[in-house]
């Protein structure tokens, strides 16, 4: 099984700051990696696929990079609405198991 | 708009059943890989199972297998999950989901609380 390891587990961020979030993989899972945003009481929301690729609506201050083992989901400028959980989540080819990190949670410092 | 919306959530016992579905519209569900994934209270996603397309493919976490089994309908639009022996660990919100390279599209979960 590939664990996903998510690091820091808590980000405390001011409104406009750049926020960098980590996500590592134990084996390499090439660019199959997608992060996703979690607000409490919601469903999460895909924002990044293909390890850079933003989804459909996602504004560009959301940006996914690496690859193999390492990755990245940056915010470039934090807004009031992007406030969360981050999860990132491998979806390895062969076999179809996919694993999700444990989560990083960003709060407002 | 897509929509997926999950049913047959509960409160069960230890050992217990209970079957949840989802009924899927505003997309092609036929061309969908889709897969359940559960949360459970205050704790973070874990991937449960996911189906191909045309049904022939199914794969589980380990913790599931030979408990749960996932299927689909694609002529209702419908994807399920026959859970049985349940355990208190599978304590979770369920939520449906389709996609492959990351997940488009969530429903809005269903509660399962498996105690005496």
Known sequence: EIVMTQSPATLSVSPGERATLSCRASQS?????AWYQQKPGQAPRLLIYGASTRATGIPARFSGSGSGTEFTLTISSLQSEDFAVYYCQQYNN???????????KVEIK | EVQLVESGGGLVQPGGSLRLSCAASGFTFSSYWMSWVRQAPGKGLEWVANIKQDGSEK???DSVKGRFTISRD???NSLYLQMNSLRAEDTAVYYCAAGATGIDYWGQGTLVTVSS
Do not use: C, D
């Not at chain 1, 076999?95 to 999700?100: E, K, N, S």
């Open chain 2, 74 to 76: 694609n002529a209702k």
């Open chain 2, 59 to 61: 794969y589980y976490v």
């Open chain 1, 29 to 33: 899972v090439s660019s199959n990696l």
């Open chain 1, 94 to 104: 062969w076999p179809p198991t996919w694993t999700f990190g444990q989560g990083t």
